[in-house]
């Protein structure tokens, strides 16, 4: 049986895929380099072996409440250069999905972090193949 989640100050970025720890480190580096207005997201890595593989719909049962969504760095984000992480929405539409480039996560982690927009508004901008790139 998988333990709940932790309690995190900040929005919880869970592993699940630890297929590539190099890749792992990467996108770690990618979510803690500001963007040119000096703006990252804030997250809380959750890094156990006791979530590998994990399906979001696990993950969402295991998330305790608190924060707008979860972000998930499964085998399919660490696996491709752009990094798709797995959102997952904790509030008005619980469990939707959208996938955000790390490059752009501080975006919806700020913005859904303060209220600032709905979810429903990235996952609308997202491309065709299901993945937030920026407005």
């Known amino acids: 049986m998988t333990v709940p989640l932790p309690t995190t100050q900040f929005t919880p970025l869970v592993r699940t895929g630890f297929s590539d720890p190099a890749a792992w480190e990467a996108l770690r580096t990618v979510v803690e380099t500001p963007n040119e207005y000096e703006f990252l997201a804030h997250v809380d890595y959750v890094d156990d072996p006791a979530y590998r593989d994990l399906p979001p719909e696990r993950i969402l049962e295991l998330t305790p409440d608190g924060h707008p969504i979860v972000i998930v760095a499964d085998d ?27 490059e752009r996560l501080w975006s919806i982690e700020n913005n859904l972090s303060i209220s600032n927009m709905d979810f429903a508004e990235f996952a609308g901008a997202a491309g065709e193949d299901g993945i937030f790139r920026g407005f």
Do not use: N, Q, Y
């Open 76 to 102: 399919a984000a660490l696996g491709s250069a752009e990094m798709p992480l797995l959102v997952i929405d904790l509030r008005a539409e619980r469990g939707r999905t959208v996938r955000v480039i790390a």
